[in-house]
Nanobody, 126 residues
Framework: EVQLVESGGDSVQAGGSLTLSCTIS????????WGWYRQFPGNECELISV???????RLAGTVKGRFTISQDNAKSTVYLQMNNLKPEDTAVYYC????????????????????WGQGTQVTVSE
């Protein structure tokens, strides 16, 4: 069974930093692309970053320059480093993988495709 477990969510003040982790079990991390999504309080979903099997990565414009995605194959973990956090970054953050595609336009969180973690809450206050 594939399991993804996110951790690292917290409440921070604007301008602060957090690192989210997504630890993968039951699946070889090298065999998939991995992505981070977030779901806002109004349920809108955003795909914010994807790291590909070849090591390349992509970031949404809303987080470019502030967030970085990376992975450690030895630890079977994907990370999301978040700097200069803003109140509008407040959301539940999910990692996902083992899926045939990541859809940047009109993404759906926890869409039943591939494997998803349970989410970790990030709250940013003024």
């Amino acid at each position: 069974e594939v399991q993804l477990v996110e951790s690292g969510g917290d409440s921070v003040q604007a301008g602060g930093s957090l690192t989210l982790s997504c630890t993968i079990s039951g699946f070889r991390i090298e065999d998939s692309d991995w992505g981070w999504y977030r779901q806002f309080p109004g349920n809108e979903c955003e795909l914010i970053s994807v790291i590909s099997r070849d090591g390349s990565s992509r970031l949404a414009g809303t987080v470019k320059g502030r967030f970085t995605i990376s992975q450690d194959n030895a630890k079977s973990t994907v990370y999301l480093q978040m700097n200069n956090l803003k109140p509008e970054d407040t959301a539940v953050y999910y990692c996902a993988g083992d899926r045939p595609y990541f859809r940047w336009l009109s993404p759906r969180c926890r869409d039943g495709i591939g494997s998803w973690g349970q989410g970790t809450q990030v709250t940013v206050s003024e």
